[in-house]
Nanobody, 121 residues
Framework: QVQLVESGGGLVQAGGSLRLSCAAS????????IGWFRQAPGKEREGVAC????????YYSENIKGRFTASRDNGKDTAYLQMNSLNPEDTAVYSC??????????????WGRGTQVTVSS
């Protein structure tokens, strides 16, 4: 069965950086799109980034573009989210999931449990 496990969250001051990892297992091929999502308290979950299966294109939500970089290493079955210039509005539980860049909010399937990111002012 497909499992995604996130790590790397924590507490960081505004302006700081964090790198999240997402380890995937149970996938039968490397041809899948994988993405990052976040949910802040009291808000709906939003898609942050979606890396296409071909890895030729990564799609980002407008409010993090230029600050976050998503990547993947198929050899390690791991995806990453490098987050720079963090601000308190980025505080949320970050999850990875298989994504669909054509779907509203990048869709999402086979969710990980998430990792908490807290940005202090």
């Amino acid at each position: 069965q497909v499992q995604l496990v996130e790590s790397g969250g924590g507490l960081v001051q505004a302006g700081g950086s964090l790198r999240l990892s997402c380890a995937a297992s149970g996938l039968t091929s490397d041809f899948y799109s994988i993405g990052w999502f976040r949910q802040a308290p009291g808000k709906e979950r939003e898609g942050v980034a979606c890396i296409s299966a071909s890895m030729h294109t990564t799609y980002y939500s407008e409010n993090i573009k230029g600050r976050f970089t998503a990547s993947r290493d198929n050899g390690k079955d791991t995806a990453y989210l490098q987050m720079n210039s963090l601000n308190p509005e980025d505080t949320a539980v970050y999850s990875c999931a298989l994504c669909d860049y054509k779907a509203p909010g990048f869709g999402g399937a086979y969710w990980g449990r998430g990792t908490q990111v807290t940005v202090s002012s």
